[in-house]
């Protein structure tokens, strides 16, 4: 495996531009998958948790091929990514990159933006456009964009897209560009949905999974706190008062809840901001620069506003509420834990979502701890500590202050050095004293869990399967009008021969199949977490 970027053969051009970034070697992803695309012509489905480089796994090949191509101006790359945040992102980082490479371009398009622009930038006849489906699909139809000659189309994150709901768009956007053109898929997670995307547009396409599929970043520790319902902004305050130098994501599920807490937490004193779909394009860049330049320590987001946000070195991702679609959490996870740095993923549940706790289990193939919020006092003594730490790593400019030393003097000659002190910490501290003077205990401790209360030990178990064959379990069922045969056709359709599966039983809510040993694992691979007609299915082997 090739241990450099030189190695992978990527051009010095290219290779100044991103040492000067600070890569020095190729990620797994990159290593991976650049070689392929620089000598093949094949179609790609990479799965790869966030984080992981693929910006630079699919962006500097393209590059590499554009300058193969004599920079001719005509647009040979479409990257099609799901919000404007991250079509601005990847345009970045592949401007980044071809900062040695003159004459190369790159315009993104996106909605929520004067169509105006865009369609002037286009004029000048990039090399690379990044657009987001609907607004290309705009352009598309005003003629303002020549897709005709692509060779590369590149849909980042492209679960993303489907489950913004462009699958429409996407659908369109495929069907107008040229046959002979390579496509490159990337996803965090493959539900049904991006496999029949892949299915029906890609040739043959290889399917290269990077690290454990689903699964989050090592670096990411879970936790969990458990609160009553009413709690819960008390339970994350406690928990951000807890690390005085968070600085961090809090999730939200809607756009309104993210405005309440936001607008709480800036009452409250915080470094905080909102980031959501109602706010305007001048409002959200200006929230986005000053959480990147950590003048915000706390951005409220809600899941589609910051998904693809690249930034570094979060300490906390705060899920305030989890998710409705479970799976979203990988992506929220996934924001911190970056680069070699440890992160915490931290949610606030109330006593009934316990269930979600263990869905997300299994989906990333972890754990999580259930901590126990601070005391008032933990509280208070972590600050204190933390303000100390501040103190002692200040610079004293001995000169600039001087001339004040002794007017200092003079008015505290009284004072002892003790009583000095504690008036200089009181300035800061007395807002947490205050606020946490006979703070209650919010924690709820867990009972311990009764058999089947969650629903995860099926209700039914199916009786001995057929010899050869293992019982997988679908939580599909008459309720959602299944019948043996659309469970036959979806066995067959993963690539399961008719021989291969045996007796099928449906109940209401799940249904049992015997699939022969070998194959049964792969049936829950390709099934289990993803969806069926709209609801989310699970899937597991019955022992
Ligand atoms: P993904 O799209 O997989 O979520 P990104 O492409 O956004 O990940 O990359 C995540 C971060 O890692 C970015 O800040 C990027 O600059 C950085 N990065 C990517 N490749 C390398 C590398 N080879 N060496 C160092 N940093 C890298
Ligand atoms: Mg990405």
Not at 91 to 109: E, F, P
Not at 339 to 363: F, P
């Amino acid at each position: 495996m090739a241990n450099t970027f030189q190695e992978l053969g990527l051009n010095s051009y290219l290779i100044k531009a991103i040492g000067e970034m600070g890569f020095e070697k190729p990620t797994p992803v990159q290593e991976r998958i650049i070689p392929d695309l620089l000598s093949q012509e094949n179609d790609i489905v990479c799965l790869a948790q966030t984080g992981t480089g693929k910006t630079a796994a699919f962006g500097l090949p393209s590059l590499e091929r554009i300058v193969a191509h004599n920079m001719e101006r005509y647009t040979q790359v479409l990257v099609l990514s799901p919000t404007r945040e991250l079509c601005k992102q990847i345009t970045q980082d592949l401007r980044n990159y071809s900062k040695y490479l003159h004459d190369l371009h790159v315009v993104d398009v996106y909605g929520g933006a004067g169509i105006e622009p865009q369609i002037k930038a286009l004029k000048k006849i990039p090399q690379i456009v990044v657009a987001t489906p609907g607004r290309l699909l705009d352009l598309i139809g005003r003629k303002a964009v020549d897709l005709s000659r692509i060779h590369t189309l590149i849909l980042d994150e492209a679960d993303e897209m489907l489950n913004m709901g462009f699958k429409e768009d996407l659908d369109a956007i495929l069907e107008s560009v040229p046959q002979q053109k390579r496509v490159l898929l990337f996803s965090a997670t493959l539900p049904l949905e991006v496999e029949k995307i892949a299915k029906t547009y890609m040739q043959d396409a290889q399917v290269v999974t990077v690290g454990t599929r689903n699964s989050g970043s090592d670096n990411v520790k879970h936790y969990y706190y458990m609160v009553h319902e009413k709690d819960r902004y008390l339970a994350l305050k406690r928990v951000v008062d807890y690390y005085p130098d968070i600085y961090g994501i809090i999730f939200c599920r809607t756009r309104r809840e993210t405005g309440d807490v936001a607008t709480a937490l800036i009452k409250d004193g915080y470094d905080a901001d909102a980031l959501h779909g109602d706010l305007s394009q001048m409002q959200r860049d200006q929230v986005m620069r000053r959480f990147k330049e950590k003048n915000l320590k706390l951005l409220v987001a809600t899941d589609v506003a910051a998904r693809g946000i690249d930034v570094n070195n979060l300490s906390h991702v705060i899920n305030y509420n989890l998710p409705d679609e479970v799976e979203q959490y990988t992506h929220r996870s996934g924001r911190t834990g970056r680069a070699d740095k440890t992160g915490k993923s931290i949610v606030i549940i109330n006593t009934k979502e316990q269930s979600k706790i263990r869905r997300i289990e299994k989906i990333i193939n972890k754990t999580f701890a259930q901590a126990k919020l601070p005391t008032g006092e933990e509280v208070c003594s972590k600050q204190l500590l933390s303000m100390i730490d501040h103190i002692n790593a200040v610079e004293v400019r001995e000169e600039q202050i001087a001339p004040y030393i002794r007017l200092i003097e003079d008015k505290w000659q009284d004072m002892s050095r003790k009583e000095i002190i504690k008036k200089f910490l009181s300035v800061e501290f007395n807002r947490f004293l205050d606020y946490y003077r006979n703070a209650p205990d919010l924690n709820i401790i867990q009972e311990k869990k009764k058999k089947n209360e969650e629903g995860d030990a099926p209700a039914y178990t199916p009786k001995r399967g057929e010899k050869g064959f293992k019982w997988v379990k679908l939580s599909i069922g008459t309720k959602q009008s299944v019948t043996t045969r659309h469970i036959i056709r979806m066995m067959t359709s993963l690539g399961v021969g008719k021989r291969g599966i045996g007796k099928i039983e449906i109940r209401r809510s799940e249904c049992f199949v015997n699939i022969s040993a070998n194959a049964a694992k792969y049936v829950v691979e390709q099934t289990n977490n993803t969806e069926y007609r709209g609801r989310r299915l699970w899937s597991g082997i019955v022992e």
